[in-house]
């Protein structure tokens, strides 16, 4: 059985493919890859992107898996998508602007290419959240505003977090389920996450993938009154501020630049200034995962810039010395676009840079999801 993969980023799709067994697969089955593609830039077309992929494939796809960033607690397990699942991605959309609206463009794209008959499954990045503890999940709101009307912490980068602990637990086979782990998913969207023996703890996105870390466009953690004093200041809507902090904030609104390693390569206050806000907020959650944690056995970097910018790493690691991490200089300036452990042997935590495959996850989970319905 062929089943096609469709990862949608803010920034970037990642296209591939995988031949399964018939019967569905355990999280160890092993699988082969038999294509696979990624493209960079916001204006990509999926209809044109998708024709292309397909074409080079040796058999038309059993199914497609998608990857959804919000399922909300409307969708906490993988299903088929149908009219009303289509419609609950949609629904859902305000809540993750940058992220639902595209992948339902994909959607819609391989519905009109492969038609009724091939089987569509979304794969939601918030399920993995969402057996999150209530005391981190829950914001300080009374239950009508909050708990009780879906105004809660869900996190995101789900796939990733998850796709990153599996592969700590096969580098550290002694810890039971992988011990401690703090984990950071850091591209377009940053996130942290704190895992206890493969459950998350915590993690810093919340009710929408905005919260959080200094990222590529957006802002990151931030007052809320913030909003109704620019929108009266500034006579706009508070939706457009809400656009301008997902859209035009973060390193990008800071330093001119969203990539790390373009700012670093700039130079300047400017860029400085942003670089050490978006190093500063990354060491200050791993602080607090630390304690959450109880110490931690492990640091796992992964995404476009934690496995391929050294100076992001060794900024964040400075600040951890306390802790007895401590950075091997050279193995860290020789991580770039590899897995390694970066970390000296006498360091208190071993910190890896690590692959982020989500895909294969992609690709087990629709066969399960069809699997339990034959």
């Not at 993969?5 to 803010?10: A, M, P």
């Not at 696979?36 to 830039?41: D, I, K, N, P, Q």
């Not at 939601?124 to 829950?138: G, H, I, M, Y």
């Not at 670093?264 to 990354?282: D, K, P, Q, S, T």
């Amino acid at each position: 059985m062929l089943i096609a993969t469709v990862n949608s980023g803010s920034a970037s799709i990642k296209l591939a493919a995988f031949e399964l067994p018939e019967e569905p697969p355990s999280e160890t089955t092993p699988l082969r890859r038999v294509a696979a593609v990624r493209h960079e830039g916001t204006h990509l077309e999926p209809a044109a992107e998708l024709a292309a992929f397909l074409e080079k494939l040796p058999a038309p796809p059993a199914a497609l898996a998608h990857r959804v960033v919000h399922g909300a607690q409307r969708y906490t397990h993988p299903v088929r998508i149908d009219a009303a699942v289509r419609q609950g991605i949609g629904e859902l959309a305000a809540l993750a602007p940058l992220h639902n609206p595209l992948a339902l463009r994909w959607i819609d794209a391989a519905s009109a290419l492969c038609g009724e008959g091939v089987a569509q499954v979304a794969v939601f990045d918030t399920a993995f959240f969402a057996s999150l503890p209530r005391v981190a999940a829950e914001y300080a709101l009374p239950p009508s505003l909050g708990w009780d009307v879906g105004v809660r912490r869900y996190g995101f980068h789900g796939l990733a977090h998850e796709a990153m602990w599996r592969r700590w637990c096969e580098l550290s086979p002694a810890l039971a389920l992988g011990g401690r782990l703090i984990s950071l998913q850091l591209g377009g969207g940053c996130s942290v996450t704190a895992l206890e023996h493969g459950r998350p703890r915590d993690t810093s996105m919340g009710f929408s993938p905005l919260e959080g870390l200094v990222m590529a466009s957006r802002c990151g953690d931030i007052d809320a009154a913030v909003v109704p004093y620019l929108a009266g200041r500034l006579a706009v809507e508070p939706t457009r501020l809400i656009e301008s902090f997902n859209h035009e904030a973060g390193l990008l609104g800071m330093g001119g630049h969203g990539n790390p390693a373009e700012l670093i390569a700039a130079g300047g206050e400017r860029a400085e200034r942003a670089l050490e806000l978006y190093c500063y907020r990354i060491c200050k959650y791993i602080g607090a995962y630390l304690t959450v944690l109880g110490g931690c056995d492990g640091i796992v970097f992964g995404g476009g810039v934690g496995e391929h910018v050294p100076d992001v790493r060794r900024r964040v690691l400075a600040g951890l010395s306390w802790a007895g991490v401590k950075l091997d200089a050279v193995a860290n300036a020789a991580a770039v676009g590899r897995e390694r452990l970066i970390s000296t042997e006498d360091s208190a935590i071993a910190v890896w840079t690590v692959r982020v495959e989500e895909e294969p996850l992609l690709a087990r989970a629709a066969a399960r999801t069809l699997g339990a319905r034959r």
